[in-house]
């Protein structure tokens, strides 16, 4: 079936060290996203991809950085995290801007926990 | 800005029953799109129900119907014949379609608890 996969989908990492969190799909989809959900809370978009065009939100700290090497993957980068960084990290596809949305397809997460 | 406002942290329903959830939203646009989204515990997030603000007729998806009030920037979702396996945090959700390139804003979400 078609899908977006996270990995790992447990994280645990230490304060200040780099950690990569990685999705891939097999839609096909242009729009690639990552929004970050703290426990309990709506989820909280970081920045997109539309093909290879990076959008990043006005408040995303600078601490979190995106690659997006080709339509499959998409790899999220947080260069120190801080204890304020643990939450659940979501990728999301989307296959057409606002006229065609039909929604998002949602990977299974990553729970990051900061040591 | 867009903002979406779900005013119940929680709620319950007995198993068979009927529930619905509240959301308003606040938008300047005249052309958007609303959703329903399903959370169950430590699980995928998946899409339960699309509305498009330009169609009258309210969505259905055979359990789930929705309430849309355009006027009143009210979109509320009906869950008929509740089922243990519809407890889950349900988010309504905006985007404002255009060039917005699918944008979802969220809303705090709503815990449904249904009771056997």
């Known amino acids: 079936d078609a899908m977006v996969i996270q990995n790992p989908r447990y994280q645990v990492t230490q304060f200040g060290k780099p950690v990569t969190l990685s999705c891939s799909q097999t839609?096909?989809?242009?729009?690639m996203y990552w929004y970050q959900q703290k426990s309990s809370q709506a989820p909280k978009l970081l920045f997109h991809?539309?093909?290879?065009?990076?959008?990043n939100e006005a408040d995303t700290p600078d601490n979190f950085q995106s690659r997006r090497p080709n339509t499959s993957f998409c790899f999220l980068d947080i260069r120190s995290p801080g204890l304020g960084d643990a939450a659940m990290y979501l990728c999301?596809?989307?296959?057409?801007?606002?006229?065609?949305?039909?929604?998002?397809?949602f990977g299974s997460g990553t729970r990051l926990t900061v040591v | 800005a867009q903002t979406v406002t779900q005013s119940q942290p929680e709620m319950s329903v007995q198993e068979a029953e009927t529930v619905t959830l509240s959301c308003t939203y606040d938008?300047?646009?005249?052309?958007?799109?609303l959703f329903w989204y399903k959370q169950p515990p430590s699980r995928q997030m998946i899409l339960v129900i699309r509305?498009?603000?330009?169609?009258?007729q309210n969505a259905t998806e055979n359990r789930f119907s929705v309430n849309f009030q355009k006027a009143a920037k009210s979109f509320s979702l009906k869950i008929s014949d509740s089922q243990l396996g519809d407890a889950a945090m349900y988010f309504c959700?905006?985007?404002?379609?255009?060039?917005?390139?699918?944008?979802?804003?969220f809303g705090q979400g709503t815990i449904l608890t249904v009771h056997p």
């Open positions: 959700a905006y985007n404002a379609g255009g060039t917005s390139y699918g944008k979802l804003t």
């Open positions: 509305q498009e603000a330009y169609k009258q």
């Open positions: 839609l096909n989809h242009n729009v």
């Open positions: 999301a596809t989307s296959g057409g801007t606002g006229a065609g949305n039909y929604g998002y397809t």
């Open positions: 938008t300047s646009e005249s052309d958007y799109y």
């Open positions: 991809y539309y093909d290879k065009d990076f959008n």
